[in-house]
């Protein structure tokens, strides 16, 4: 026993006298400090930064990289015992095998335990400093106490420690290697990733929970709809799946704990090997040649041939690296991956289109290749110093350039193999998946145009910090922390100027449509500039290159100030000065031609804007009435002019004298008035940019104050017009800048605003509190407020407007704006088009221009009445065309049936660049983002029809949102949104069936649950709809329940109702949510008016679950089902605290289903037995059942999940049948 | 050839001062520097062989200024450092034949000759596609043999070129060197005696920085010819004789304590007179710097 408490104390005195025990403490107390105290949580605004749910999620995340620690901790003290051979000496102790095993494991193991414990001083204290320091707002921070630290690390991270602890403790001992342990813990870092990244895709989350050994799914599932009260007060228990997983892998490693006490003993860890000669093969004799005489040549080819030589030669030390070799071998991996499932939208992935598949080698392949850069740069410039051989190669006779750009060399050889990988595995995916359109160039361009010089730079930062650093170790350090910095800190600091940060440049993407289009040239300058400053460092550098035995620091000094004449140097100061002058350029495009702001300037801007003009907000001012536009696309400048000529009418009760127009997306706009341009006031005085240097820059008048020369009684009419142009120069500091693009330009932004904008202040309450600013009512006018019923919510300045266009763009493209093509024509090198739209529509519209192809097709409504329905398209982009074309044909026929008739003659879908993923609906136009269903692909019969679903969502806008046009209240977006995405589940669930809904359902319900948990303000209940996941997908929810309820016909007749009343209006009151909610209370008989109130009015969840679920055969075909379910409904406040409601029962769907099986078209089908609404009291309840016609195998309590309910799996459960 | 050191002092950042005011010159052939560990051999190996600079004084071959003009001494260098390592996972063939180009030898085929004989030569022919990571340590010192006389050096330098290799290898070591060219400085620089005695036409004895005698072996040896004396004493007599005798050297031999004395004259006491060696002589100069004595 004393033997152990020696040996234990031993190691715990040696750990805690090496550095490393307390840099890795360090480091963990460190993270932990600066995320806390600096506010960098994933904490919403309604959330403490020390909430129990943020402690714990932090803790969770820490352990894993533990795991790595775990690895060089746990691995090492019988390892070391062996590589410096003390481990001889145990033989000739008087040492039990117990006693020493013991004394190391345990030691070590009570230092690993201690190291983690950095993470909750550091969170503890970043807090406290945090608050006291004003660094984060006091108010951000909650209480302090103390189980909340204390319970996670408990629950998660010691025995997270034990099992990784274990582990490597076990391997070291099976293997005697120390390279199983370095290369284990990345292996197993690695392999946790990829397995968490398949475990999304699993249904079986049970399974998950229970096989992550590390617990970070299973914490993550059990907290992922935590409400913003919740996440302040909730720690997660110890019971359930979280306990099944403890146990199950705390035994697991008991089970290595055990193995490797088993195994071990003094002889069989630290005998000596004999190294089993291998029998030689018939021996080469050595065949003497005549004469070796040797005469050295130090000419002039010398010198060259020996820079080959030195970078074939590291080129092959890199190769064979086992790490180097692992390390790529899982970034191939994950490559591949990411190839093969890419984006997926809705579970559905798109064709393996070249452009598409560019974008994911950035996942995690980069990340690979990054690791690789930094890691091997630095082992090749010190190869020779760490392997002892420098003594040796030192004395060659080769210049020191050439040593030092073999190197380089070398690595540049390298990364070229790291960037041309992709392209083969990217053409295998694509053979593989039948899709033969490679389209090698592009490959090639991004791969060593772009990705390549990208990969160089990275070399030429890590490359210039190891020769300052002659440590290894030291210059690992440095090259991850300069990188942390560019890549972690800055972005913290909210510095985002792309020219700060080293080898940035602004994003780009491909687009099928585009091309690289005008991202090429950001590229080209910011290649340019990073190059040269990288070859600047590389070269400048270069004199502290150490040769020789002398490394201290003093003698390198004064061989670099030797150094600093020599012509490397001066060649490094070409570089500085190319790297200058296109900084140069890149500067005057970035800030002064685009108008760079910090996010702190952006900030105080909206700010400054609020104060300054908010009380112009309510001031009288007209509204359109009729619109007439001119607009001259030019793609190719990505330039266009625009004129409007505008009837606006005072239609309040109050004279106008002056006009205040804003547009702050326009490059120049003027206001003319009877031909001559009307003067203006600019009232905004904002702070000097910070980065206008040269204090030349001249602020864009985007808000201007127009006196009329004639006031404008109320019922006046006035012509005015509008000179605009949208100019593109240069490049800015980030944005794709998308509305105008050689093919494929979609832009609104050419409708200069009236009055005082809303939508433009700040936000974030935290943010406003910065600027003396108080928080933000986010909330829309009541339903009864007069502002809101007679103004409309997708624009206050006009009502209802008459349009008429007349869009010229170049020969070769289409423009197309809402109306009907009157005339289209060619006149000096341009194209002209001319539309008319006969009927009023909202003030709102888009400019669309690009190289079409056009698919053209009819539809005839109920009434007889054609409708010509106009595909606009990518030429290649030929995919899903069918589908398009279907939910346009399905649904004109059946909205026109049930709800209204259609009101246009034609109906459009325009195809636009995927630098944006949405869809959007106009009058009878939607234009429909390429990444949004173009290229995806549907070959499996169970993928959920997104196409179908997003072209019918649209359509159905036509009448939700265009027919009604939604007010100015709180909730009246509903009516538009709400009932878009209730009308496209219907047509889509006609057109698919029940089962092919589910999954869409569930996630529907999925992220409205999440997006509960992220609310920064208050979850409002779904009258007053203000947030996407109400409108969308609580929208979705409830009326597919109540439609459910109260059937078809009943909810069809009262939307009938609703658009009868409201359709088309064109004066005020406008329609909101209460008008919505009237019409279905009409229609809803009085037992289910409880539904109503809870789903409009109230924040309504339900808890309910199958207890148990047992059958007994009766008969021939004939069960009795025994079934006790519990269920109970809660009423959550505005932050999510949840009460219990009290009532007496709800009518809740029971359900007893068949075995699954396939319909004709390959598609799950389930096979209902019985499914018939009970009412059904809080608490447990016992339900019996007679079924015919299958074996019962499930059964459940609204197993449709059509209710919210935070734990949806456990509604239905399997049939046990006696 | 000559190999002319003048006053060549080095003094280490932290104070030690490895070279004290050396000068030495070096003709053609082999070269003995002998000397204890931290005498300075190191150093001086090292500062001639380009890898480290000196404060002050001078290194001429010839008159090629060595200190200043590194890169044209590297040209004839041949190096052996006590230190080395090696890249594990390159084989000793594509090794030694990415040396031999470092040193000059362009031409392809002439290279692979060189390399086959040269590994021949330190019987490592067999297991020359082996990845050095493999090579045990005697091998390791063969390969490093090996690559300091490729290409054909004129000034060659060994430091503690045996250690790390049993009986046999050594005397293989012996003859290796012993066939070298005529117009070759070769310095051998060791702390076993018997490296020198066997091989070297000339010497120098180093301790503490200092150069204690240059000469030739047999010089050294006659020099003290008839003034050592040695008798077999009780350990704990031996401070009596430390104060009375001049003692060199002590050893353990069949359990007792051998005592060898400098005396110009009989000592008497029981002292008998043995064969000067070159181990007397190197203690003897060694004593008026270090305590000798082992126990």
């Given at each position: 026993m004393q033997d152990f408490w020696n040996i234990f104390k031993f190691e715990i005195r040696y750990r805690f006298s090496r550095p490393a025990t307390y840099a890795y403490f360090g480091m963990l107390f460190a993270i932990a400090f600066l995320l806390f105290g600096g506010g960098f949580t994933p904490a919403s605004e309604k959330v403490y930064h020390n909430s129990p749910y943020v402690i714990a999620s932090l803790q969770s995340i820490i352990s894993i990289f533990g795991v790595l620690l775990a690895s060089a901790i746990m691995g090492v003290p019988i390892y070391r015992d062996l590589e410096h051979k003390t481990g001889t000496f145990m033989f000739s102790y008087p040492l039990t095998k117990t006693a020493y095993f013991m004394g190391r494991f345990w030691g070590s193991f009570v230092v690993l335990l201690f190291i983690t414990t950095g993470v909750m001083f550091g969170m503890y204290f970043g807090s406290l400093i945090g608050a006291a320091t004003g660094w984060t707002e006091a108010e951000r921070y909650g209480p302090h106490v103390l189980v909340n630290y204390i319970q996670p690390w408990l629950t998660l991270v010691l025995p997270n420690m034990w099992i990784a602890g274990t582990l490597f403790f076990a391997l070291i001992i099976f293997t005697r290697n120390?390279?199983?342990?370095?290369?284990?813990?990345?292996?197993l870092f690695i392999a946790y990733l990829f397995s968490s990244f398949l475990a999304q895709d699993i249904e079986n989350k049970d399974l998950v929970q229970l096989l992550d050994p590390f617990a970070l799914n299973t914490f993550n599932y059990e907290t992922r709809y935590l409400t913003p009260f919740e996440q302040n007060t909730f720690v997660l228990p110890l019971q359930g799946n979280l306990l099944l997983n403890r146990v199950i892998w705390s035994l697991a490693g008991l089970l290595f704990f055990v193995a490797a006490y088993w195994k071990f003993s003094f002889t069989y860890f630290f005998q000596e090997r004999i190294k089993g000669t291998k029998k030689s093969e018939k021996e080469e004799a050595y065949q003497a040649p005549s004469q070796v005489k040797v005469f050295p040549d130090f000419s002039g080819k010398y010198q060259w041939l020996s820079l080959v030589a030195l970078s074939k030669i590291e080129v092959s030390n890199i190769l064979k690296d086992i790490y180097f070799r692992s390390i790529l071998l899982g970034g191939a991996i994950f490559l591949a991956l990411d190839f093969w499932i890419g984006n997926t939208l809705y579970s559905v992935s798109n064709f393996p289109v070249t452009s598409f598949l560019m974008e994911f080698k950035g996942f995690d392949y980069s990340l690979f290749v990054f690791i690789i850069i930094v890691f091997f740069t630095g082992e090749s410039i010190h190869r020779s110093q760490s392997s002892g051989y420098s003594v040796i190669s030192d004395t060659f006779p080769v210049k020191d350039s050439v040593l030092l750009t073999s190197k380089f060399l070398a690595l540049a050889g390298v990364t070229l193999i790291l960037a041309l990988i992709p392209i083969p595995i990217g053409l295998i995916v694509q053979t593989i998946k039948g899709y033969f359109t490679y389209e090698l160039q592009i490959y090639l361009i991004d791969s060593l145009l772009i990705t390549y010089p990208d990969y160089l730079q990275m070399v030429m930062l890590v490359f210039a910090v190891h020769l300052i650093f002659n440590n290894k170790f030291a210059g690992h350090a440095a090259s991850i922390g300069v990188w942390v910095v560019i890549g972690l800190v800055l972005d913290l600091?909210?510095?985002?100027?792309?020219?700060?940060?080293?080898?940035?440049?602004?994003?780009?993407?491909?687009?099928?449509?585009?091309?690289?289009?005008?991202?090429?040239?950001?590229?080209?300058?910011?290649?340019?500039?990073?190059?040269?400053?990288?070859?600047?460092l590389v070269l400048f550098f270069s004199i502290f290159f150490t040769r020789g035995s002398e490394t201290n620091f003093a003698s390198r000094w004064k061989v670099a100030k030797q150094r600093l004449g020599s012509p490397i140097v001066k060649l490094s100061l070409v570089f500085l000065f190319i790297a200058l002058g296109s900084g140069a350029f890149i500067y005057q495009s970035v800030v002064y031609d685009n108008g760079y702001l910090t996010i702190r300037e952006g900030e105080k801007r909206s700010a400054d804007y609020e104060k300054q003009l908010k009380h112009y907000q309510f001031i009288p001012q007209p509204k359109v009435v009729s619109v007439f536009l001119s607009a001259d696309i030019y793609p190719e400048e990505r330039k266009a002019d625009f004129k409007l000529d505008l009837t606006i009418v005072n239609k309040t009760d109050s004279p106008i004298d002056s006009l205040h127009m804003h547009s702050n997306s326009l490059s120049n706009f003027d206001i003319l008035y009877d031909g001559k341009a009307l003067d203006y006031r600019f009232p905004l005085s904002y702070d000097k940019r910070k980065f206008d240097i040269l204090n030349k820059y001249e602020q864009k008048h985007w808000y201007k104050i127009l006196p009329l020369p004639q006031t404008m009684q109320p019922g006046d009419t006035l012509q005015i017009q509008v000179l605009a142009n949208l100019v593109n120069k240069g490049f800015p500091n980030s944005g794709y800048g998308r509305d105008l693009v050689h093919n494929g330009t979609f832009t609104s932004a050419f409708l200069p605003s009236f009055g005082y904008n809303e939508s433009l202040e700040l936000s974030s309450d935290e943010t406003r509190r910065k600027y003396d600013l108080g928080p933000k009512d986010t909330d829309l006018p009541k339903h009864d407020d007069p502002f809101g019923l007679r103004n409309l919510l997708f624009s206050q300045d006009a009502d209802f407007v008459s349009f008429e266009a007349i869009v010229s763009t170049s020969p070769n493209q289409i423009a197309v704006v809402p109306g009907y093509l009157q005339k289209e024509w060619t006149e000096n090198g341009r194209r002209y088009f001319h539309y008319i739209q006969d009927t009023p529509i909202q003030y709102f519209f888009s400019v669309v221009s690009a190289d079409y192809e056009v698919l053209l097709e009819e539809a005839t409504l109920p009434d007889g009445q054609k409708v010509a329905i106009e595909i606009y398209h990518h030429q290649r982009h030929t995919f899903n065309l069918d589908r398009f074309l279907a939910a346009y044909k399905d649904g004109l026929v059946y909205f026109s049936e049930k709800y209204s008739p259609f009101q246009f003659r034609q109906m459009r879908i325009l195809e636009f660049p995927r630098y944006a993923g949405f869809a959007q609906s106009f009058p009878n136009t939607v234009p429909f983002s390429e990444s949004f269903g173009w290229v995806a692909d549907f070959s499996d019969p169970n993928s959920f029809d997104y196409v179908y679903f997003v072209t019918a969502h649209e359509l159905a806008h036509q009448w939700w949102g265009h027919q009604i046009a939604p007010n100015y209240t709180r909730g009246s977006n509903l009516i538009s949104e709400a009932l878009a995405e209730y009308s496209a589940l219907i047509l889509t669930e006609r057109a698919y069936g029940k089962d092919n809904m589910k999954r869409f359902l569930k996630d529907e319900l999925d992220r409205y649950l999440r997006g509960r948990s992220n609310e920064s303000k208050k979850e409002n209940a779904f009258i007053n709809a203000d947030r996407g996941y109400i409108w969308y997908q609580k929208g979705a929810l409830v009326l597919y329940a109540l439609r459910d309820y109260i059937g078809d016909e009943a909810i069809d007749s009262a939307l009938k109702g609703f658009v009868g009343e409201f359709g088309l209006k064109e004066h005020p009151p406008f329609p909101g949510s209460s008008d919505l909610l009237r019409y279905l209370t009409m229609h809803t008989p009085d037992s289910m008016h409880y539904f109503l109130e809870d789903t409009w009015q109230k924040i309504t969840l339900y808890e309910n679950k199958v207890v148990d679920a047992a059958a007994e055969k009766t008969g021939d075909e004939e069960y009795l089902v025994t079934l006790t379910v519990s269920s109970q409904k809660l009423y959550a406040d505005s932050l999510g605290r949840e009460t219990p409601a009290i009532y007496e029962g709800d009518y809740l769907d029971i359900g007893i289903f068949a075995k699954e099986d396939k319909d004709e078209n390959g598609r799950n089908r389930t096979n209902p037995l019985y499914i018939q609404k009970h009412k059904i009291s809080p608490g447990e309840t016992k339900l019996q059942i007679k079924v015919k016609g299958a074996v019962p195998v499930k059964a459940g309590i609204d197993p449709y999940n059509k209710l919210i309910d935070r734990i949806p799996d456990d509604n239905v459960v399997n049939v046990t049948v006696n | 050839m000559e190999l002319i050191i003048q006053n060549l002092s080095k003094t280490y950042p932290n104070g030690v001062k490895a070279l004290n005011d050396i000068s030495l010159t070096i003709q053609q052939g082999m070269f003995g520097l002998l000397g204890p560990n931290g005498a300075g051999k190191s150093t001086l190996m090292r500062t001639i062989a380009t890898l480290q600079d000196a404060d002050s004084g001078s290194v001429f071959l010839d008159d090629l200024d060595v200190l200043h003009d590194k890169q044209k001494l590297r040209e004839k260098l041949g190096y052996l450092p006590q230190d080395f390592g090696l890249y594990p996972r390159i084989t000793a063939e594509v090794m030694l034949d990415h040396i031999a180009q470092m040193k000059g030898v362009i031409n392809k085929s002439e290279r692979k000759d060189l390399v086959n004989s040269l590994l021949n030569k330190v019987n490592l022919f067999k297991d020359r596609k082996k990845a050095l990571g493999t090579f045990s340590g005697g091998m390791r010192q063969r390969f490093g043999i090996a690559q300091a006389l490729a290409g054909n050096p004129s000034l060659i330098i060994v430091d503690e070129p045996t250690a790390g290799l049993d009986p046999s290898e050594r005397n293989r070591f012996y003859n290796l060197?012993?066939?070298?060219?005529?117009?070759?400085?070769?310095?051998?620089?060791?702390?076993?005696?018997?490296?020198?005695?066997?091989?070297?036409?000339?010497?120098?004895?180093?301790?503490?920085?200092?150069?204690?005698?240059?000469?030739?072996?047999?010089?050294?040896?006659?020099?003290?010819?008839?003034?050592?004396?040695?008798?077999?004493?009780?350990?704990?007599?031996?401070?009596?004789?430390?104060?009375?005798?001049?003692?060199?050297?002590?050893?353990?031999?069949e359990g007792k304590l051998s005592l060898r004395i400098k005396s110009e004259t009989e000592p008497g006491s029981g002292f008998v007179p043995t064969v000067t060696n070159l181990e007397d002589v190197y203690f003897s100069y060694i004593s008026q710097k270090v305590d000798p004595i082992t126990l």
């Amino acid at each position: 026993m004393q033997d152990f408490w020696n040996i234990f104390k031993f190691e715990i005195r040696y750990r805690f006298s090496r550095p490393a025990t307390y840099a890795y403490f360090g480091m963990l107390f460190a993270i932990a400090f600066l995320l806390f105290g600096g506010g960098f949580t994933p904490a919403s605004e309604k959330v403490y930064h020390n909430s129990p749910y943020v402690i714990a999620s932090l803790q969770s995340i820490i352990s894993i990289f533990g795991v790595l620690l775990a690895s060089a901790i746990m691995g090492v003290p019988i390892y070391r015992d062996l590589e410096h051979k003390t481990g001889t000496f145990m033989f000739s102790y008087p040492l039990t095998k117990t006693a020493y095993f013991m004394g190391r494991f345990w030691g070590s193991f009570v230092v690993l335990l201690f190291i983690t414990t950095g993470v909750m001083f550091g969170m503890y204290f970043g807090s406290l400093i945090g608050a006291a320091t004003g660094w984060t707002e006091a108010e951000r921070y909650g209480p302090h106490v103390l189980v909340n630290y204390i319970q996670p690390w408990l629950t998660l991270v010691l025995p997270n420690m034990w099992i990784a602890g274990t582990l490597f403790f076990a391997l070291i001992i099976f293997t005697r290697n120390i390279k199983s342990i370095y290369s284990g813990g990345i292996v197993l870092f690695i392999a946790y990733l990829f397995s968490s990244f398949l475990a999304q895709d699993i249904e079986n989350k049970d399974l998950v929970q229970l096989l992550d050994p590390f617990a970070l799914n299973t914490f993550n599932y059990e907290t992922r709809y935590l409400t913003p009260f919740e996440q302040n007060t909730f720690v997660l228990p110890l019971q359930g799946n979280l306990l099944l997983n403890r146990v199950i892998w705390s035994l697991a490693g008991l089970l290595f704990f055990v193995a490797a006490y088993w195994k071990f003993s003094f002889t069989y860890f630290f005998q000596e090997r004999i190294k089993g000669t291998k029998k030689s093969e018939k021996e080469e004799a050595y065949q003497a040649p005549s004469q070796v005489k040797v005469f050295p040549d130090f000419s002039g080819k010398y010198q060259w041939l020996s820079l080959v030589a030195l970078s074939k030669i590291e080129v092959s030390n890199i190769l064979k690296d086992i790490y180097f070799r692992s390390i790529l071998l899982g970034g191939a991996i994950f490559l591949a991956l990411d190839f093969w499932i890419g984006n997926t939208l809705y579970s559905v992935s798109n064709f393996p289109v070249t452009s598409f598949l560019m974008e994911f080698k950035g996942f995690d392949y980069s990340l690979f290749v990054f690791i690789i850069i930094v890691f091997f740069t630095g082992e090749s410039i010190h190869r020779s110093q760490s392997s002892g051989y420098s003594v040796i190669s030192d004395t060659f006779p080769v210049k020191d350039s050439v040593l030092l750009t073999s190197k380089f060399l070398a690595l540049a050889g390298v990364t070229l193999i790291l960037a041309l990988i992709p392209i083969p595995i990217g053409l295998i995916v694509q053979t593989i998946k039948g899709y033969f359109t490679y389209e090698l160039q592009i490959y090639l361009i991004d791969s060593l145009l772009i990705t390549y010089p990208d990969y160089l730079q990275m070399v030429m930062l890590v490359f210039a910090v190891h020769l300052i650093f002659n440590n290894k170790f030291a210059g690992h350090a440095a090259s991850i922390g300069v990188w942390v910095v560019i890549g972690l800190v800055l972005d913290l600091a909210k510095v985002n100027f792309t020219m700060f940060k080293f080898s940035y440049k602004p994003s780009y993407i491909w687009s099928d449509m585009n091309g690289l289009g005008h991202l090429g040239k950001s590229l080209f300058w910011f290649n340019l500039y990073w190059t040269a400053f990288g070859l600047f460092l590389v070269l400048f550098f270069s004199i502290f290159f150490t040769r020789g035995s002398e490394t201290n620091f003093a003698s390198r000094w004064k061989v670099a100030k030797q150094r600093l004449g020599s012509p490397i140097v001066k060649l490094s100061l070409v570089f500085l000065f190319i790297a200058l002058g296109s900084g140069a350029f890149i500067y005057q495009s970035v800030v002064y031609d685009n108008g760079y702001l910090t996010i702190r300037e952006g900030e105080k801007r909206s700010a400054d804007y609020e104060k300054q003009l908010k009380h112009y907000q309510f001031i009288p001012q007209p509204k359109v009435v009729s619109v007439f536009l001119s607009a001259d696309i030019y793609p190719e400048e990505r330039k266009a002019d625009f004129k409007l000529d505008l009837t606006i009418v005072n239609k309040t009760d109050s004279p106008i004298d002056s006009l205040h127009m804003h547009s702050n997306s326009l490059s120049n706009f003027d206001i003319l008035y009877d031909g001559k341009a009307l003067d203006y006031r600019f009232p905004l005085s904002y702070d000097k940019r910070k980065f206008d240097i040269l204090n030349k820059y001249e602020q864009k008048h985007w808000y201007k104050i127009l006196p009329l020369p004639q006031t404008m009684q109320p019922g006046d009419t006035l012509q005015i017009q509008v000179l605009a142009n949208l100019v593109n120069k240069g490049f800015p500091n980030s944005g794709y800048g998308r509305d105008l693009v050689h093919n494929g330009t979609f832009t609104s932004a050419f409708l200069p605003s009236f009055g005082y904008n809303e939508s433009l202040e700040l936000s974030s309450d935290e943010t406003r509190r910065k600027y003396d600013l108080g928080p933000k009512d986010t909330d829309l006018p009541k339903h009864d407020d007069p502002f809101g019923l007679r103004n409309l919510l997708f624009s206050q300045d006009a009502d209802f407007v008459s349009f008429e266009a007349i869009v010229s763009t170049s020969p070769n493209q289409i423009a197309v704006v809402p109306g009907y093509l009157q005339k289209e024509w060619t006149e000096n090198g341009r194209r002209y088009f001319h539309y008319i739209q006969d009927t009023p529509i909202q003030y709102f519209f888009s400019v669309v221009s690009a190289d079409y192809e056009v698919l053209l097709e009819e539809a005839t409504l109920p009434d007889g009445q054609k409708v010509a329905i106009e595909i606009y398209h990518h030429q290649r982009h030929t995919f899903n065309l069918d589908r398009f074309l279907a939910a346009y044909k399905d649904g004109l026929v059946y909205f026109s049936e049930k709800y209204s008739p259609f009101q246009f003659r034609q109906m459009r879908i325009l195809e636009f660049p995927r630098y944006a993923g949405f869809a959007q609906s106009f009058p009878n136009t939607v234009p429909f983002s390429e990444s949004f269903g173009w290229v995806a692909d549907f070959s499996d019969p169970n993928s959920f029809d997104y196409v179908y679903f997003v072209t019918a969502h649209e359509l159905a806008h036509q009448w939700w949102g265009h027919q009604i046009a939604p007010n100015y209240t709180r909730g009246s977006n509903l009516i538009s949104e709400a009932l878009a995405e209730y009308s496209a589940l219907i047509l889509t669930e006609r057109a698919y069936g029940k089962d092919n809904m589910k999954r869409f359902l569930k996630d529907e319900l999925d992220r409205y649950l999440r997006g509960r948990s992220n609310e920064s303000k208050k979850e409002n209940a779904f009258i007053n709809a203000d947030r996407g996941y109400i409108w969308y997908q609580k929208g979705a929810l409830v009326l597919y329940a109540l439609r459910d309820y109260i059937g078809d016909e009943a909810i069809d007749s009262a939307l009938k109702g609703f658009v009868g009343e409201f359709g088309l209006k064109e004066h005020p009151p406008f329609p909101g949510s209460s008008d919505l909610l009237r019409y279905l209370t009409m229609h809803t008989p009085d037992s289910m008016h409880y539904f109503l109130e809870d789903t409009w009015q109230k924040i309504t969840l339900y808890e309910n679950k199958v207890v148990d679920a047992a059958a007994e055969k009766t008969g021939d075909e004939e069960y009795l089902v025994t079934l006790t379910v519990s269920s109970q409904k809660l009423y959550a406040d505005s932050l999510g605290r949840e009460t219990p409601a009290i009532y007496e029962g709800d009518y809740l769907d029971i359900g007893i289903f068949a075995k699954e099986d396939k319909d004709e078209n390959g598609r799950n089908r389930t096979n209902p037995l019985y499914i018939q609404k009970h009412k059904i009291s809080p608490g447990e309840t016992k339900l019996q059942i007679k079924v015919k016609g299958a074996v019962p195998v499930k059964a459940g309590i609204d197993p449709y999940n059509k209710l919210i309910d935070r734990i949806p799996d456990d509604n239905v459960v399997n049939v046990t049948v006696n | 050839m000559e190999l002319i050191i003048q006053n060549l002092s080095k003094t280490y950042p932290n104070g030690v001062k490895a070279l004290n005011d050396i000068s030495l010159t070096i003709q053609q052939g082999m070269f003995g520097l002998l000397g204890p560990n931290g005498a300075g051999k190191s150093t001086l190996m090292r500062t001639i062989a380009t890898l480290q600079d000196a404060d002050s004084g001078s290194v001429f071959l010839d008159d090629l200024d060595v200190l200043h003009d590194k890169q044209k001494l590297r040209e004839k260098l041949g190096y052996l450092p006590q230190d080395f390592g090696l890249y594990p996972r390159i084989t000793a063939e594509v090794m030694l034949d990415h040396i031999a180009q470092m040193k000059g030898v362009i031409n392809k085929s002439e290279r692979k000759d060189l390399v086959n004989s040269l590994l021949n030569k330190v019987n490592l022919f067999k297991d020359r596609k082996k990845a050095l990571g493999t090579f045990s340590g005697g091998m390791r010192q063969r390969f490093g043999i090996a690559q300091a006389l490729a290409g054909n050096p004129s000034l060659i330098i060994v430091d503690e070129p045996t250690a790390g290799l049993d009986p046999s290898e050594r005397n293989r070591f012996y003859n290796l060197l012993s066939e070298l060219g005529e117009n070759t400085i070769v310095i051998l620089s060791t702390h076993i005696v018997e490296d020198v005695s066997t091989l070297c036409s000339q010497m120098a004895i180093i301790c503490l920085g200092e150069v204690l005698m240059q000469g030739k072996p047999s010089d050294g040896i006659k020099e003290l010819e008839g003034q050592i004396y040695q008798k077999s004493i009780a350990k704990e007599d031996l401070s009596q004789y430390k104060g009375q005798f001049d003692v060199i050297s002590t050893q353990l031999k069949e359990g007792k304590l051998s005592l060898r004395i400098k005396s110009e004259t009989e000592p008497g006491s029981g002292f008998v007179p043995t064969v000067t060696n070159l181990e007397d002589v190197y203690f003897s100069y060694i004593s008026q710097k270090v305590d000798p004595i082992t126990l």
